[in-house]
């Protein structure tokens, strides 16, 4: 079975652009996590989405939002690019929504913002 | 919320010692604990997990330990070998609706040949 894709892999922005981050997730899973990852603070939870449904949300500002679609692939979009946006994007799949089902990573889209 | 921490921070051992990692919490209503590994340039693999109505779980040269009571878990890993080198992350969840993952800060683990 194949593993949790994601698209592109690095991408490299200016300050106050926009960017969009896609995610496939393992077949038949149905939830789709995203999560930020830095040196400094580590990895930090951006949202959850099961059923095309965000179910669950990190403490992170509105200039993050996500979606998902029905064949469960999901996006994640920044807007208004800052310097500090610079991180490693993982998402993660589940079968099911909650908190006790294993999570399996994908390789993460390295953002780097200039 | 939920807070794990994590110790050590980095960890250094020679090929074929052990290594333990230990993760508190804070949540007591947690109960998920998963571990994962992350190589460079790669996202975090799932090595063990273990819930709590399980005191241990063992997978080969990797164990997991948890002491609800204390609110500590611990990944041990035996006879390590320079492939085992990578960032460690633990995690905890208390698995409800709309509850999710609350990550350890990581360790970085060097086994010197």
């Known amino acids: 079975k194949a593993g949790v894709t994601q698209t592109p892999r690095y991408l490299i922005k200016t300050r106050g652009q926009q960017v969009t981050l896609s995610c496939s997730p393992i077949?038949?899973?149905?939830?789709v996590s995203w999560y930020q990852q830095t040196p400094g603070q580590g990895l930090q939870f951006l949202f959850e989405?099961?059923?095309?449904?965000?179910?669950n949300k990190g403490n992170f500002p509105g200039r993050f939002s996500g979606r998902q679609f029905s064949n469960s692939r999901s996006e994640m979009n920044v807007s208004t690019l800052e310097l500090g946006d610079s991180a490693l994007y993982l998402c993660?799949?589940?079968?099911?929504?909650?908190?006790?089902?294993?999570?399996?990573f994908g390789p993460g889209t390295r953002l780097t913002v200039l | 919320g939920e807070n794990v921490e994590q110790h050590p921070s980095t960890l250094s051992v020679q090929e074929g010692d052990s290594a333990v990692i230990k993760c508190t919490y804070s949540?007591?209503?947690?109960?998920?604990f998963p571990w994962y590994k992350q190589e460079l340039g790669k996202g975090p693999q799932l090595i063990i997990d273990?819930?709590?109505?399980?005191g241990e779980k063992k997978d080969q040269r990797i164990a997991v330990t948890l002491n609800k009571t204390a609110k500590h878990f611990s990944l041990h890993i035996t006879e390590t070998q320079p492939e085992d080198s990578a960032v460690y992350f633990c995690?905890?969840?208390?698995?409800?609706?709309?509850?999710?993952?609350?990550f350890g800060p990581g360790t970085r683990l060097s086994v010197l040949p």
């Open positions: 995690a905890a969840s208390k698995g409800n609706y709309g509850q999710n993952f609350v």
């Open positions: 989405y099961f059923s095309e449904t965000q179910r």
């Open positions: 949540d007591s209503a947690s109960n998920y």
């Open positions: 993660a799949s589940s079968l099911e929504a909650g908190g006790t089902d294993t999570q399996y």
């Open positions: 077949s038949g899973h149905r939830s």
């Open positions: 273990i819930r709590s109505n399980v």
